[in-house]
C-alpha cells in the first residue's frame, strides 16, 4: 500500500466518522403525537352529531355509550334545529346522573393548578392560556358557590367543544 | 351659542329627525321593509300527495267537510273503513273563510315528496339533482323572513314543525349565499322529539339556582370570546338568551305533560289521533306558546295511499279536520286571532292511474310520478282576515302554483322587496282585497 493509498484511506475514515457521530434524534415512537397547545383556533371542524354525543359521554362518564342511550339522545338531538337548547339538555342529562365523573369541589378548590388544565385538557384537548388560568383561579377562588359541576357544564356547552 | 354647542344641537336634532319616524306606536323599533297584510302565516303542506279528484272533485263523497262546502256522501264500498271524528271544529267549513284555488299547479319538477316540501318552502323549482342530505340552494322562506324583516325577524317567530325528523328538518335553513343558519327557522319534528325515548333527557334538569345560571353564563361567554376556530362556520340556528330560556321552558311543560299521558289523545279522536294530528297538535301548541310570525307545518300520513286507498281517504278526512283545530285554535289565540293568513296546500297530487295494490275493499293504490300530469293537479286555500282575504271565493281556472306561495307568504309579512330577484312566483294576488 503505498503513501497515496493510506491518505485516500485516512480521509475517508475521517469523513465517515464525521457524518457516523452525528447525533440522531429519534423522533418516531410509533405512536400517534398528541400536541396539546393553547391554541384554539386551529378547531375549524364541526362534530357531527354522533361524535358530539359519543365524545360527550366518554367525557362524562369516563366510558363509551350505550347503543340504546345513543339512539335516545341521538333521536333528541336530531330532532331539534336549535342544538344549543338540545346541547344543554344533554348536557343536564349526563351530569345530573350519578355515574358522572366530576370532581368533587374540595379537590377542585384545593387543587385548582391541577383542576383547571385537566379541565381543558379533558374537553378541549389543549392547555389553557396564562389568561385562562388566570381567569379561572379568580373566579373560582372569589366566588365560592362555583362547583366543579358548574365548570364542567360551561366547557360541555361551550363553542370550542362543538369543534375539532 | 359656542361652536361646540352648536354642533352638539344640530347633531342630536339630525339624530332625533332621523329616529322618530321609526319608532312606531306598535313598540316596534323599525317599519318593516312593506306594508302587511297581516302579521301571521301559517302555512300548513298537506298532507303527503293529494290528488285532486279526492279533495276537489269530491269523486268518493266529501272526505274534507271541514275545509270544502258541501255534503256528498262518502262511497259505500270504503265507509266502513272511515274513522269516527269528532264534529267539525268551525262553525262553517274553512273555504268560507277565504279563498280556493280549485285548480292549482305543482308545475315543474320531479313529484318527489321532498321535491314538494322543497319548492313550497323555498318558492323554486327542483329537478332531479336535488340532494336529500344538503340544505336546499335556494333560501327558504323563513331565511328570506328573518333576513328581509326590519327589524330582523327572531327566530322564536319563525317555526318549521316536521312531523318527521329525517330529511325534512334540513329545510329549516339554506346554503344560499348571505342566508344559512343565521336566518333560519326554529325546527322541531315534535312526535319524535316529545317521545317515551327522549323523555328522560328532556325532564334532566339540574336545577340550577340563579347564581349557578349566572356563573355558568360568565364562564361560557368568556370561553367563546377565547375560541378562535370554527365561529365563522355558523353550527345551527340559533336563539337569543331570552328566547332560548322561554323554549326551554316550554319543553319542560310539554314533557311534564307528556309524562303525565297529557298528549296521548288530546282531541279526543275515538282510536286516537294519527301522526298527522299529534304534529298539528305539537304546531297549535307553539301558536299558543310563542305566536310566531311564521309557522310552517306539514303532515304526511295521506301518503299510505301507495298501498291503501281505503286508508289515504280516511287520513285525507283526518288532515281535514286537523286544519279545522288548527284554524280554529289561531282564532281563539289573543295574537293571532283575525291576524292570521293560513295557507294550505298540498306538496303534490298523486296519479290519474293506479297501481296494482288493492286494498281490502277493492280499491286500487295511488302512487304520484313525474310522467303522470294528474300528479301536478293539486289545490290551494287561503284562509285570512275579512278585509284582507277574499271570503268564500273560489278560482275555477288553472291559476296558481306551488312557487307562488313563497312570494304570497312574503307580501303577506311585508319583505317582498328585500326578497326581490330570487323568487320566480308572484302573488296570489285574487285572494286578497
Given at each position: 500500500m503505498n503513501i497515496s493509498m493510506i491518505k485516500y484511506f485516512a480521509a475517508a475514515f475521517l469523513v465517515f466518522t464525521l457524518i457516523a457521530c452525528k447525533k440522531q434524534v429519534v423522533t418516531d415512537y410509533q405512536i400517534k403525537t398528541l400536541h396539546l397547545d393553547s391554541?384554539?383556533?386551529?378547531?375549524?371542524n364541526l362534530k357531527s352529531d354522533l361524535q358530539l354525543i359519543t365524545i360527550m359521554h366518554a367525557d362524562v362518564f369516563g366510558t363509551s355509550i350505550s347503543s340504546e342511550k345513543l339512539k335516545s339522545l341521538n333521536q333528541t338531538y336530531a330532532s331539534f334545529g336549535d342544538k344549543d337548547i338540545v346541547i344543554e339538555k344533554i348536557t343536564q342529562y349526563f351530569l345530573s346522573d350519578?355515574?358522572?365523573q366530576i370532581p368533587t369541589d374540595g379537590y377542585m378548590r384545593a387543587n385548582l393548578d391541577q383542576f383547571i388544565p385537566a379541565t381543558y385538557i379533558k374537553f378541549f384537548v389543549r392547555n389553557p392560556t396564562e389568561a385562562e388560568l388566570w381567569y379561572f383561579k379568580e373566579l373560582i377562588q372569589k366566588d365560592g358557590t362555583i362547583t366543579a359541576r358548574d365548570v364542567y357544564y360551561a366547557f360541555l356547552t361551550a363553542e370550542e367543544y362543538k369543534y375539532y | 351659542m359656542n361652536r361646540r354647542s352648536f354642533v352638539k344641537k344640530v347633531g342630536l336634532t339630525a339624530a332625533g329627525v332621523l329616529t322618530l319616524p321609526y319608532i312606531l306606536p306598535t313598540g316596534r323599533l323599525f317599519a318593516a321593509t312593506g306594508s302587511r297584510k297581516a302579521n301571521h302565516v301559517v302555512f300548513c303542506l298537506f298532507a303527503g300527495g293529494v290528488r285532486s279528484i279526492e279533495s276537489i272533485y269530491k269523486n268518493d263523497g266529501n272526505l274534507m267537510p271541514n275545509m270544502l262546502n258541501g255534503t256528498e256522501p262518502i262511497s259505500a264500498d270504503i265507509i266502513n273503513s272511515m274513522s269516527p271524528l269528532p264534529s267539525s271544529p268551525l262553525i262553517q267549513p274553512l273555504q268560507n273563510s277565504g279563498t280556493l284555488f280549485r285548480q292549482f299547479r305543482f308545475g315543474s319538477g320531479p313529484t318527489g315528496h321532498f321535491n314538494g316540501h322543497t319548492t313550497a318552502i323555498t318558492g323554486q323549482h327542483t329537478n332531479n339533482t336535488l340532494s336529500l342530505r344538503e340544505h336546499p340552494s335556494f333560501p327558504t322562506v323563513f331565511e328570506l323572513y328573518r333576513k328581509h324583516s326590519n327589524p330582523i325577524g327572531a327566530a322564536k317567530n319563525t317555526w318549521w314543525v316536521s312531523n318527521?325528523?329525517?330529511?325534512?328538518?334540513?329545510?329549516?335553513?339554506?346554503?344560499?349565499p348571505g342566508y344559512g343558519p343565521e336566518f333560519g327557522a326554529n325546527q322541531i319534528s315534535p312526535s319524535s322529539f316529545f317521545s317515551s325515548r327522549t323523555k328522560d333527557v328532556l325532564d334532566a334538569?339540574?336545577?340550577?339556582n340563579a347564581n349557578e345560571k349566572l356563573a355558568i353564563s360568565d364562564m361560557r361567554n368568556f370561553l367563546n370570546y377565547n375560541f378562535a376556530g370554527?365561529?365563522?362556520?355558523?353550527?345551527n340556528v340559533k336563539n337569543t338568551q331570552a328566547e332560548a330560556e322561554q323554549i326551554q321552558a316550554w319543553i319542560k311543560k310539554m314533557i311534564g305533560e307528556y309524562k303525565a299521558g297529557l298528549h296521548s289523545n288530546p282531541w279526543g279522536i275515538s282510536g286516537g289521533m294519527n301522526g298527522d294530528m299529534r304534529n298539528v297538535f305539537y304546531a297549535e301548541e307553539i301558536i299558543k306558546e310563542f305566536t310566531p310570525e311564521l309557522l310552517v307545518v306539514n303532515m304526511t300520513d295521506v301518503d299510505v295511499a301507495h298501498t291503501n286507498f281505503s286508508g289515504y281517504c280516511n287520513n285525507l278526512r283526518k288532515a281535514d279536520w286537523a286544519v279545522a283545530h288548527l284554524w280554529n285554535t289561531i282564532q281563539n289565540t289573543p295574537g293571532m286571532a283575525n291576524d292570521t293568513v293560513l295557507i294550505v296546500a298540498p306538496e303534490i297530487g298523486r296519479n290519474g292511474q293506479t297501481n296494482s295494490l288493492v286494498d281490502a275493499n277493492g280499491r286500487f293504490a295511488l302512487d304520484h310520478t313525474s310522467s303522470d300530469p294528474i300528479a301536478r293537479e293539486i289545490f290551494c286555500l287561503i284562509a285570512g282576515p275579512q278585509g284582507v282575504v277574499e271570503q268564500g271565493k273560489v278560482i275555477n281556472n288553472i291559476e296558481g302554483e306551488s312557487i307562488d306561495i313563497v312570494p304570497t307568504i312574503a307580501d303577506i309579512l311585508g319583505f317582498k322587496n328585500g326578497a326581490s330577484g330570487i323568487l320566480p312566483g308572484s302573488t296570489l294576488t285574487n285572494a286578497f282585497i
Open positions: 391554541e384554539s383556533g386551529n378547531k375549524v350519578a355515574a358522572a | 318527521s325528523s329525517n330529511l325534512y328538518p334540513i329545510l329549516n335553513y339554506s346554503q344560499y334538569d339540574l336545577n340550577l370554527g365561529l365563522d362556520q355558523l353550527a
